[in-house]
């Protein structure tokens, strides 16, 4: 199978070597590199086109919109630009392992009704090393039936932009990904969320990339008590104007752990009265109290 890996830059020239190295040198050879640079003002453009023999560069102006748009954006051009039945998401700070492609495309191989594969991330630094953390240990559950269930489309149940593949029949049928009121949900949980409705979500539990801790990364804005209430309010109805959409009913915060109006004590009867399990809950209670969103009294 040809193997198609897509990165996304903008201004991240400090990584971009590494970043591209790692596409590179993959075990898996029959692949194609596409990097999608949207307006770099650094000397992005001067490290990849160092690899110009090796990959396919689409620069373009700035698209000029909300973060998550431009990324969106660069996603939708490079798809248009690629040929590969599986396509790979490789944000430009982060990296693969030499065996990640090789891997994931074996398990699409494996499993005809498989649409998104998603692994573990290992965080690194600065200097390209391994911090000793591992990011995005994603749940071993059937993730539609967890999600009705619980009425819960967060806590670990979705890997980062890095550690998500997808066939490429799938993305045909939900790309190019447009603009709408949802600014705040990112090109990765639009295409996770929405995998589910249109067959198997795998899961390979290793570290198969590597997801860099550099200060600036995008979820570090979860921690912001504003933005985080308006993301997981974006979140649910993106998820359920997709969910009738394709056929499935809507699920319901106020069913959820993600409620914003209870005391920690009537959490933990929510919890142990619902239909969530209830040490994950304990875990999101956690969560919530460090990001203000849960009151203790």
């Known amino acids: ?34 990097v999608y ?34 990324q969106a954006n660069a996603i939708n051009r490079a798809f248009e630009a690629s ?20 891997t994931v495309v074996k398990c699409f191989e494996d499993i005809d009704k498989c649409v998104m594969v998603q692994h573990f991330l290992r965080e690194i630094g600065e200097d390209n090393k391994p911090i000793g953390r591992i990011r995005c240990k994603v749940k071993n559950v059937d993730l539609i039936k967890h999600i009705y269930r619980t009425h819960n489309i967060t806590g670990q149940l979705f890997s980062y932009t890095s550690g998500l593949a997808f066939r490429r029949t799938y993305l045909e049928k939900i790309l190019p990904m447009k603009m709408d009121e949802f600014d705040k949900i990112w090109p ?12 198997d979500v795998i899961t ?13 990364n995008d979820s570090n804005k979860l921690k912001d008590k504003i933005y985080f209430e308006s993301f997981i309010s974006q979140l649910y ?27 920690l004590c009537k959490f933990l009867i929510f919890a142990a009265f619902s239909n969530e399990r209830f040490f994950d809950k304990i875990g999101y209670a956690y969560n919530m109290i460090k990001r203000g969103l849960l009151k203790i009294k």
């Not at 040929?83 to 090789?102: M, R, T, W």
């Not at 990765?188 to 067959?199: A, D, H, Y």
Request: some cysteine; overall charge negative.
């Open 1 to 34: 199978m040809l193997a198609s890996i897509l990165i996304n830059n903008y201004n991240y020239s400090g990584y971009l070597d590494y970043c591209i190295k790692s596409a590179l040198e993959q075990t898996h050879k029959n692949i194609e590199v596409i």
């Open 37 to 70: 640079d949207d307006g770099s003002t650094d000397d992005s453009l001067e490290v990849i086109r160092k690899y110009e023999h090796g990959i396919k560069l689409i620069s373009e102006t700035n698209f000029g919109h909300a973060p998550s748009f431009n």
């Open 83 to 102: 040929k590969g039945e599986i396509i790979f998401l490789l944000d430009s700070d982060d990296a693969f392992l030499p065996e990640k492609v090789e």
């Open 188 to 199: 990765e949980v639009r295409l996770n969320r929405i995998s589910i409705f249109f067959g």
């Open 204 to 216: 390979i539990r290793d570290c198969l990339g590597e997801y860099r801790i550099h200060g600036k």
């Open 237 to 263: 109805g993106f998820f359920n104007n997709n969910a009738v959409k394709y056929g499935y009913p809507k699920i319901d915060r106020n069913k959820s752990v993600l409620r914003n109006d209870l005391s």
